[in-house]
Protein backbone atom coordinates (compact mmCIF):
# COMPACT_ATOMS: atom_id res chain seq x y z
CA UNK A 1 0.00 0.00 0.00
CA UNK A 2 1.51 3.16 -0.99
CA UNK A 3 1.68 5.81 1.91
CA UNK A 4 3.13 9.07 2.27
CA UNK A 5 3.28 11.35 5.59
CA UNK A 6 4.04 14.88 5.42
CA UNK A 7 5.94 16.18 8.64
CA UNK A 8 7.44 19.77 9.52
CA UNK A 9 4.79 22.30 9.32
CA UNK A 10 4.51 24.55 12.90
CA UNK A 11 3.86 28.48 13.43
CA UNK A 12 6.84 30.62 12.44
CA UNK A 13 6.88 34.02 12.04
CA UNK A 14 7.05 35.74 8.67
CA UNK A 15 10.85 35.76 7.60
CA UNK A 16 11.17 32.48 9.02
CA UNK A 17 12.36 29.32 7.66
CA UNK A 18 11.18 25.60 7.70
CA UNK A 19 11.67 22.38 6.17
CA UNK A 20 9.07 19.72 5.63
CA UNK A 21 9.65 16.20 5.22
CA UNK A 22 6.96 13.72 2.90
CA UNK A 23 8.34 10.28 3.81
CA UNK A 24 7.30 7.30 1.52
CA UNK A 25 6.57 4.20 2.59
CA UNK A 26 5.41 0.97 0.69
CA UNK A 27 7.15 1.74 -2.39
CA UNK A 28 10.11 2.49 -3.77
CA UNK A 29 9.16 6.36 -4.23
CA UNK A 30 12.63 6.50 -6.91
CA UNK A 31 10.27 5.58 -9.74
CA UNK A 32 7.78 8.66 -9.28
CA UNK A 33 8.23 12.33 -9.74
CA UNK A 34 7.12 14.25 -5.78
CA UNK A 35 5.23 16.86 -6.15
CA UNK A 36 3.77 19.39 -2.92
CA UNK A 37 0.91 21.02 -3.23
CA UNK A 38 -0.83 23.46 -0.61
CA UNK A 39 -4.87 24.47 -0.08
CA UNK A 40 -5.29 28.26 1.87
CA UNK A 41 -8.11 28.45 3.61
CA UNK A 42 -11.04 29.11 0.89
CA UNK A 43 -8.83 28.28 -1.89
CA UNK A 44 -8.26 25.81 -4.35
CA UNK A 45 -5.54 23.56 -3.89
CA UNK A 46 -2.51 24.92 -5.69
CA UNK A 47 1.33 23.48 -7.11
CA UNK A 48 3.98 24.50 -5.10
CA UNK A 49 7.02 22.64 -6.74
CA UNK A 50 7.93 19.12 -8.32
CA UNK A 51 10.92 16.95 -8.16
CA UNK A 52 11.77 14.18 -10.84
CA UNK A 53 12.50 10.60 -9.92
CA UNK A 54 15.74 10.76 -10.18
CA UNK A 55 16.42 14.52 -8.23
CA UNK A 56 17.87 15.93 -12.13
CA UNK A 57 14.94 18.07 -12.65
CA UNK A 58 12.85 20.44 -10.49
CA UNK A 59 9.82 22.90 -11.33
CA UNK A 60 8.45 25.70 -8.68
CA UNK A 61 5.65 27.90 -8.79
CA UNK A 62 6.66 31.62 -9.41
CA UNK A 63 4.73 32.55 -5.95
CA UNK A 64 8.12 30.77 -4.43
CA UNK A 65 10.66 30.61 -7.09
CA UNK A 66 13.56 31.85 -4.88
CA UNK A 67 12.53 31.33 -1.44
CA UNK A 68 11.65 27.41 -1.93
CA UNK A 69 14.06 24.55 -2.20
CA UNK A 70 12.86 20.90 -3.46
CA UNK A 71 15.36 18.14 -2.89
CA UNK A 72 15.03 14.02 -2.20
CA UNK A 73 16.84 11.53 -0.45
CA UNK A 74 16.21 8.05 -2.44
CA UNK A 75 18.08 6.35 -0.44
CA UNK A 76 15.85 7.50 2.69
CA UNK A 77 12.57 7.39 0.39
CA UNK A 78 12.13 11.07 1.69
CA UNK A 79 11.30 14.44 -0.42
CA UNK A 80 11.92 17.62 1.64
CA UNK A 81 10.79 21.37 0.79
CA UNK A 82 13.28 23.85 2.73
CA UNK A 83 10.96 27.09 2.52
CA UNK A 84 12.94 30.41 3.54
CA UNK A 85 12.02 34.21 3.44
CA UNK A 86 8.36 32.89 4.51
CA UNK A 87 5.18 35.09 3.83
CA UNK A 88 1.89 35.05 5.66
CA UNK A 89 0.37 34.24 2.36
CA UNK A 90 2.29 30.93 2.64
CA UNK A 91 -0.28 29.84 5.22
CA UNK A 92 -1.81 26.66 4.19
CA UNK A 93 -2.09 23.03 4.33
CA UNK A 94 0.85 21.68 2.56
CA UNK A 95 0.15 17.80 0.82
CA UNK A 96 3.20 15.79 -0.98
CA UNK A 97 1.77 13.66 -3.69
CA UNK A 98 3.55 10.86 -5.83
CA UNK A 99 2.82 11.17 -9.83
CA UNK A 100 2.83 7.49 -11.41
CA UNK A 101 5.59 8.41 -13.58
CA UNK A 102 9.12 10.21 -13.16
CA UNK A 103 8.54 13.44 -15.15
CA UNK A 104 7.27 16.97 -13.77
CA UNK A 105 5.52 18.40 -16.94
CA UNK A 106 2.21 19.99 -16.67
CA UNK A 107 2.47 19.15 -12.61
CA UNK A 108 0.73 22.67 -11.69
CA UNK A 109 -2.68 20.61 -13.28
CA UNK A 110 -1.75 17.76 -10.73
CA UNK A 111 -2.67 15.49 -13.11
CA UNK A 112 -0.93 11.59 -12.44
CA UNK A 113 -0.87 12.70 -8.64
CA UNK A 114 -1.71 9.20 -7.57
CA UNK A 115 -1.02 9.04 -3.79
CA UNK A 116 -1.50 11.84 -1.58
CA UNK A 117 -0.37 12.50 1.98
CA UNK A 118 -2.78 13.98 4.53
CA UNK A 119 -1.02 17.26 4.80
CA UNK A 120 0.84 18.99 7.14
CA UNK A 121 -0.31 22.71 8.80
CA UNK A 122 1.98 25.89 8.20
CA UNK A 123 1.54 29.00 9.42
CA UNK A 124 3.44 32.40 8.88
CA UNK A 125 2.12 34.83 11.66
CA UNK A 126 3.73 37.25 13.77
Known amino acids: QLQLVESGGRLVQPGGSLRLSCAAS????????IGWFRQAPGKEREGVSCITSTGSSTNYADSVKGRFTISRDNAKNTVYLQMSSLKPEDTAIYYC???????????????????WGHGTQVTVSS
Open 97 to 115: AARSYSGCSGYMSQSFFRS
Open 26 to 33: GFTSDYYA
